[in-house]
């Protein structure tokens, strides 16, 4: 299982998410405290951010443990948006261990971390071609791909992940499919079978598998729902 973590709110740099909390994701990836399969979060990392000069976010994606990359604190000092997203990760068994395996994915404006693990054959009749269109064979970058279709289709942020989520998970009961998902202006998330919590503050709201730090406010999301975050609102719905 991975760690993942958003921000929708004032503009604030990627440590936000990843150092600066007592328990960021750089501590998330070595000392979960919430975690339930796997232990450390070593197989690579990735990060997403917005920019006023480009159309689409930017990424950071290594292969490498978080801890390893001597490059990246003052990268994530530096690379600041009003909307952030970044994941640590433990491949499932049996997924390859690539730059194009790690999360965010994106298509146009989206980001998107998977949190869990799912069958291939739960997610084939979600698309033609799932396996020519992802940009990794791991299970993760087949759920982005899928998510990404309906995106292009016309669906929203939240309803693209939900269909999406509730069609593998009745397909595969045994999957687990903790979606994070952003696009600039709005963050969705999806509890299927993992963790969620979010924390709002009054200039903005912070969304991770497990809470950045011990301060109050933390809420912990519903097994099977979508919460969605807009600068003005927090939802929970069921799936
Ligand atoms: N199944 C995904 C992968 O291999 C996500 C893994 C996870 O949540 N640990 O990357």
Not at 8 to 32: C, D, M, N, V
Request: charged share 20%; aromatic share 6%.
């Amino acid at each position: 299982m991975c760690r993942h973590a958003a921000w929708l709110g004032e503009p604030r740099p990627l440590t936000w998410l990843i150092h600066e909390p007592e328990h960021g994701l750089f501590k998330q990836s070595y000392a979960p405290r919430h975690q339930r399969h796997g232990m450390i979060n070593a197989d690579g990392y990735g990060m997403g951010w917005y920019d006023s000069t480009r159309p689409e976010p930017v990424r950071y994606r290594r292969t490498v443990p978080i801890w390893s990359d001597a490059n990246l604190p003052a990268l994530a000092q530096v690379a600041r948006s009003a909307c952030l997203l970044a994941a640590v990760r433990s491949a499932t068994a049996g997924m390859p261990i690539e730059e194009s395996a790690t999360a965010p994915f994106t298509d146009k404006g989206w980001l998107l971390s998977h949190n869990g693990r799912v069958s291939k054959d739960a997610l084939r009749d979600l698309a033609d071609d799932l396996a020519g269109r992802a940009e990794s064979a791991c299970d993760a970058a087949w759920v982005a791909s899928a998510v990404f279709l309906r995106g292009r289709a016309g669906l929203g942020l939240g309803e693209a992940l939900a269909e999406v989520v509730v069609h593998a998970g009745k397909k595969d009961p045994g999957a687990r499919l903790n979606l994070l998902a952003c696009d600039g202006a709005s963050i969705a998330a999806t509890v299927w079978g993992d963790t969620l919590f979010h924390h709002r503050s009054h200039d903005g709201v912070r969304v991770a598998s497990e809470p950045l730090d011990d301060l109050p406010g933390w809420q912990p999301v519903p097994e099977r729902s979508l919460l969605t975050v807009t600068p003005d609102r927090v939802a929970v719905q069921p799936l």
